[in-house]
């Protein structure tokens, strides 16, 4: 079955009727990235940059940032690298911010909002990003947006930090594109005056599940009401990925659902055209996008859309992968 899966690493993801669509690889370490092309992704689409944070002790300095980022965007070529800023807090504390004291961390101080409380780091990071954007196609990625007023700040961090560069002398691309991740439902309920503000998105159904259902997938008291497949979910990814495509601005998933080749078709029909997952889900993903027919599943796609019903769903997707 790995052999037969070898065949299609040279092959692009095609469906049968001809749509293009993009893999690309989730990676934690820059030395991943070898993985990822090792299996044949279209560029990272996910990089996520806390790991670096997580490593040591002590903070990473804006010159081991830009180290790491670099090797990844060298490593890639002219592929697409896209970063996300530092996603602390929650499941993922560094050893120095231990000792905050948090009621409810998934509510907290996670993702954008420990940066823009901590500008000095969160401009440190924007530093080496934009310094090793000269080495590469680095794309910024936002985690944890919940209102359109938190990507004004970063913009004008990120202008500042940029103009401070351009004083330096140091090169840049000064048309680094920036992007926001939609995983909190607020979010994804007003997307469009995000996309308005963005040059991309990409979706973190991981935490837009947990956040939608109110559900810890690491608690073993609840985490059977965790499901991809509840019409909420379903409602609010169509909602997201329709109104990207309507307004002609890149959407993407970076969840663990567009890793897993049971649920391709069902995003496929949704409208998705980027997917990033591990590096190992790859070629399996592309194994269902090449016996995906578009045309032919739109009627399962657009009863899955209308049901209210998860068993019913369930049947539905048994016949869309059947
Ligand atoms: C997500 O929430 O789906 C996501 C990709 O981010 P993380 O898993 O790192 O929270
Ligand atoms: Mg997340």
Redesign the pocket.
Known sequence: KKDALQGILKKKAVTRDGTEIELFA?IELPEDSEQALANGANGVG?F?SEFLFLKEDDLPTEDEQFEAYKQVAQAMGKKPTII?TI?LG???IPKWQEEVETPNPALGLTGIRLCLAEPQLFRTQLRALLRASAFGKIKLLI?MLSNVGEVKQIRKHLNEVAAQLKEEGVHFDQQIELGG?I?VPAAAVTVASFLAQLDFV???????I?YTLAVDRNDDAVNHLYDPLHPAVISLLGHVIDTANRLEKPVSM???MAGDPALTRLLLGLGLRRFSMLPAQLLKVKQQVLTTDLSKIQPLIARMRDSYDTEELRELLGQLNG
Do not use: Y
Request: charged share 40%; aromatic share 0%.
């Open positions: 989730n996910l996520r996300r996603d929650k499941d993922k985690p991740m995983e990409s979706i973190g159904t991981n935490d837009l947990q970076c969840g663990e």
